[in-house]
């Protein structure tokens, strides 16, 4: 894939929220017919999981509603990854702090809450993570990251639609 834009979906051990945003996202460009246009990944804030599939709850949760996850697998974010992805997205305000330490100060302004996306939300909210809840915990963060990549669709839509530079 040739993209113009890079996006990165981070939680914790992704294995529950950023995998199923990722999976929602790409979907969602699909939809949109920018598929070729915005690569989409995930990545965890630490190594609990890494080669490890999503949590099963969170791959039946995302199946019933047409998104399969079962293909990806949990990976470390990276120093580099300031660097390649242009959008940095975590899931709740703990996960934008460890990416502010890790990130060079210049690359700072690519990281985003991805419910700052949302236009029905206040900014600040975070994605909760439903790994010790109950399964209608997954069923929640589907709804919010559903919302949220609606709004986050259209911003990589003008945002693609800018002349370079």
């Given at each position: ?22 999976g929602v996202l790409r979907r969602k460009l699909t939809d ?10 995930s990545a965890g804030t630490v190594d609990y999981h890494v ?102 669709v259209k911003e990589l839509q003008a945002r693609l639609r800018?002349?370079?530079?």
């Amino acid at each position: 894939m040739n993209a113009t834009l890079r996006v990165l979906m981070v939680c914790t051990g992704n294995i529950c929220r950023s995998p199923t945003a990722e999976g929602v996202l790409r979907r969602k460009l699909t939809d949109a017919g920018l598929q070729n246009q915005v690569e989409v990944a995930s990545a965890g804030t630490v190594d609990y999981h890494v080669g490890s599939p999503p949590d099963h709850r969170a791959q039946q949760s995302a199946l019933r509603r047409g998104y399969d996850l079962s293909r990806q697998r949990a990976r470390l974010l990276r120093v580099e990854d300031f660097e390649r992805f242009d959008l940095l997205v975590a899931m709740d305000t703990d996960h934008v702090g460890r990416m502010v330490e890790m990130c060079p100060a210049p690359l700072v302004g690519r990281i985003r809450l991805l419910m700052d996306s949302s236009s029905r939300r206040p900014r600040g909210m975070g994605v909760p993570d439903p790994y010790y809840g109950a399964p209608a915990g997954f069923e929640r963060v589907l709804d919010l990251i559903e919302e949220a990549c609606d709004g986050l669709v259209k911003e990589l839509q003008a945002r693609l639609r800018q002349p370079p530079g």
